[in-house]
């Protein structure tokens, strides 16, 4: 990948306690980081491939990070503009939506990904309470090198209304995880 941008090298003259610091922050927020990112981009390839330009962005500029502030928020940040640049791309192959709404899913996936993260349990019952065809349809849309348009021609529908009907379903599941979490919790 070649650096078109005017960001520094990698940062040889870090300390090893500045590295220490980068590794163990980048270490507890990926996992984030990366919700974050598929929640912005149509398929799980996109997200890899951005998460894989993001933490080279992030470890290029992490000198210009302020220890104590919120990394979570900066890494999103980078997050965010590597996505854009990744939409700007692929755009001109297919326009999948409008930036506008690319900047609204930032927003809602920094907030989710800023969450604690839910216990697995709880995902799972309310997975549960999907409908068995619901249920087939989440976890086939988040299998590996699956895509909304390769699912929609699998099951002869439109791509625009598959991705109505899975935020149908994400929409379902957030609320019942927002009101089983204070139960649980």
Avoid at 37 to 66: C, R
Avoid at 170 to 182: G, H, V
Wanted: charged content about 25%; overall charge negative.
């Amino acid at each position: 990948m070649e650096n078109s941008d005017t960001s520094p090298e990698l940062p040889e003259s870090m300390s090893s306690e500045r590295m220490a610091e980068f590794v163990d922050l980048y270490s507890q927020y990926y996992p984030r980081l990366q919700y974050y990112l598929m929640a912005l981009l149509p398929t799980s390839n996109d997200a890899a491939d951005v998460l894989q330009e993001t933490s080279l962005v992030l470890w290029k500029k992490f000198g210009s990070f302020e220890t104590g502030t919120n990394f979570l928020a900066w890494a999103c940040k980078i997050a965010r503009l590597q996505a854009l640049k990744h939409y700007e791309r692929s755009s001109r192959a297919a326009k999948l939506f409008d930036t506008s709404v690319m900047e609204k899913l930032a927003v809602d996936a920094m907030d989710s990904a800023e969450s604690t993260t839910i216990p697995l349990e709880v995902l799972e019952k309310c997975m549960d309470r999907l409908s068995y065809f619901d249920q087939t349809l989440i976890r086939r849309r988040y299998e590996p090198n699956s895509s909304v348009n390769m699912l929609a021609k699998e099951i002869g529908r439109s791509a625009n209304s598959l991705s109505k009907s899975l935020g149908r379903i994400r929409r379902a599941l957030l609320a019942c995880i927002e009101r089983t979490i204070p139960q649980e919790w």
